[in-house]
C-alpha cells in the first residue's frame, strides 16, 4: 500500500483467496495489477460503478508480466462487492485456483445504524472445489460436460477452507455472504429451521431487515445476515448448511449435473457449509435496527421502455448457452444492446432453455438456472413469472429469493422470466452482461452492451 489506512487492506489468513479491501465511499482507489501468470488477466470489480477502462472488461486483458493501474473513486453506496479476473475464456479458472477477494464499502448512513463491527462483522466466501490425491486443485476433469453445467466440486470452502469451524461469542453478528463459486447454487439455512435474518444484498442494506426460512444464493450473489447468538447456550453449535433441492424440473431436463455430470457433489445436494461453536457473551447487545436504509425505489411507469421490455432470450444452441442467439464478441455490441445514459430501462431475462429453441442437444433437454449479471450498475428487480411446466425446480429455491434491495446478479431459472429495472446513471461506455456460471461465461454466454451519452 502506498497511502491510506492500515484498515483499509485486510488478509484472511491462512487463506488463497485475495485481501479484503475496506473502503469508505466517497474515497480514492489505487490498485497497481502485476500480470504475473502465464496468461492474460485483468481484474474486475464486481457490482461498483467505475469508468469502463477500471471495469476489467476483457478488451483490457493484460500479457503476463505486464501491469495495469487502477485509480478510480468509490461512488457506490455501503456494501460487500468483489473482485475477479475477467479475461475471456479464462476467467473460470482464474477465479477457481484463487483469484478474488472482497470488497467492502462503508458510508455514514451505514455506520449510524451501529451494526456489529470489528470481530463481529464476518465477511465468509462460499466456494467449492475439487482436489486430487496429492491435495491439488483439479478443474474441469470432465472436460466438455463441466463447461456445459459448470464446475462442482465436491469440497465446500469458505474463506479458503473445508469443514470451516468457527468460534462465535453469543452476541449478535453480522454475517456477510459472497457465492464465489464458479457455478454451485446453495440454498442457505441453519440446521435447526431457525430463519435467517437478511439485512443487505448484493448492493447493500435493505430498506428493512426480511427473514427467510432458507436463501437461494447464485453464483456471484452476496446476502449479508444478522446472526444474533445471544438466546444459545454456551457450548451449543449451529450449522449453517446448503438444504437439498430438485435438480430437474416436471420438463425432464437436466439443471446442474445430476447424473450427466461428473461431480460426487451435484447442484442440490445436501451438505453442510459450516459450524458455529458458541461461546459466552461478552459484549453489549446490540439491538437489530427495524429500519436500515433508504432505498430510491425505480418505478415500472418511469422506464423509457415500459412497454416494451430490454428482452434477452437465454437458450442452448448445439451445446452452448447463448444469449439472444450470440456468444461474446470481444467488440461487437448488437443494436439491441445500446442503451442510453441515464435512462431508467426495463430488461427482461427469459430462460427459454428446455422449451423450444432448448433442444440444442438433440435428445437431451438441458435446463439450467443462469445468474445473469450486469456490469456498471445496481438494479432493482421488477418482477418473476414462471412457465406452466417448470414449477417445481423453481419453488424449490424461489422463497429463497431476496429481491427486495440493491441487485447486480439475478438468478434465473428455467422456464422463467425475470424483469428488472435499471439505470444507467453514472458513466458512458462499453459494460458487459452475462451469466455468473463462470463456465457459462467463458463459453461465451456473455455480451457488450453499450452506454451512450
Ligand atoms: Cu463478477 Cu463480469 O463479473
Ligand atoms: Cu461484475
Ligand atoms: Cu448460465
Known amino acids: 500500500m502506498r497511502e491510506g489506512s492500515a484498515e483499509s487492506i485486510q488478509t484472511l489468513s491462512g487463506s488463497y483467496l485475495g485481501p479484503i479491501f475496506r473502503i469508505g465511499k466517497g474515497q480514492r482507489v489505487q490498485v497497481r495489477l502485476k500480470n504475473e501468470l502465464p496468461d492474460p488477466t485483468i481484474i474486475h470489480w464486481h457490482g461498483l460503478s467505475i469508468p469502463e477502462e477500471m471495469d476489467g472488461h476483457p478488451r483490457y486483458a493484460i500479457a503476463p508480466g505486464a501491469s495495469y493501474e487502477y485509480d478510480f473513486q468509490v461512488i457506490n453506496r455501503a456494501g460487500m462487492y468483489w473482485f475477479h479476473p475477467h479475461p475471456h475464456g479464462l476467467t473460470g479458472p482464474q477465479v477457481y485456483y484463487g483469484l478474488a477477494g472482497l470488497f467492502i464499502v462503508s458510508d455514514d448512513e451505514e455506520a449510524s445504524l451501529g451494526l456489529p463491527t470489528g470481530e463481529y462483522d464476518l465477511p465468509l466466501v462460499i466456494q467449492d472445489r475439487t482436489f486430487d490425491s ?8 470432465n472436460g466438455m460436460m463441466d463447461q456445459m453445467i459448470g464446475f462442482l466440486g465436491d469440497t465446500i470452502l469458505v474463506n479458503g477452507a473445508p469443514d470451516a469451524a468457527l468460534d462465535v461469542k453469543a452476541d449478535a453478528y453480522r454475517l456477510r455472504l459472497l457465492n464465489g463459486s464458479n457455478s454451485r447454487i446453495y440454498k442457505l439455512a441453519w440446521q435447526d429451521g431457525t430463519p435467517l435474518t437478511v439485512i443487505a444484498t448484493d448492493g447493500g442494506l435493505l430498506e428493512a431487515p426480511v427473514t427467510r426460512d ?30 437439498p433441492f430438485s435438480g430437474s424440473s416436471s420438463g425432464g431436463g437436466m439443471m446442474g449435473g445430476g447424473m450427466m455430470g461428473g461431480s460426487s457433489l451435484p447442484n442440490g445436494a445436501s451438505f453442510d457449509i459450516m459450524s458455529l461453536k458458541v461461546g459466552a457473551k461478552s459484549a453489549e447487545a446490540v439491538p437489530l435496527p427495524t429500519s436500515l436504509a433508504t432505498i430510491g425505489r425505480h418505478r415500472a411507469e418511469d422506464a423509457v421502455n415500459r412497454n416494451n421490455p430490454r428482452a434477452f432470450t437465454l437458450a442452448m444452441q448445439g451445446m452452448i448457452h447463448t444469449i439472444n442467439g450470440r456468444l461474446f464478441e470481444m467488440d461487437a ?20 432453455e428446455g422449451g ?56 434465473v431459472m428455467p422456464g422463467e422470466k425475470v424483469q428488472v429495472l435499471v439505470r444507467f446513471e453514472k458513466y458512458a461506455g462499453t459494460y458487459l452482461y452475462h451469466c455468473h456460471n ?16
Open 438 to 453: 463462470l463456465e457459462h461465461g467463458d463459453a461465451g454466454m456473455m455480451r457488450n452492451y453499450k452506454i451512450e451519452s
Open 333 to 352: 455490441v448488437a443494436r439491441d444492446e445500446i442503451v442510453q445514459l441515464g435512462d431508467l430501462e426495463i430488461w427482461e431475462f427469459a430462460n427459454l
Open 214 to 243: 432458507y436463501i437461494t444464493l447464485a453464483p456471484g450473489e452476496r446476502v449479508e445476515l444478522w446472526a444474533d447468538f445471544s438466546g444459545r447456550t454456551a457450548g451449543s453449535q449451529m450449522r449453517l448448511v446448503s438444504l
Open 134 to 141: 496429492q491435495n491439488q486443485m483439479v478443474y474441469l476433469a
Open 356 to 411: 423450444e429453441g432448448g433442444m440444442g442437444m438433440g435428445m437431451m433437454n438441458m435446463e439450467m438456472p443462469h445468474p445473469m449479471h450486469i456490469h456498471g450498475v445496481q438494479f432493482q428487480v421488477l418482477r418473476r413469472q414462471i412457465t406452466r411446466g417448470y414449477e417445481s425446480a423453481y419453488q424449490a429455491l424461489s422463497a429463497g429469493f431476496v429481491d427486495d434491495g440493491w441487485k447486480d446478479t439475478v438468478l
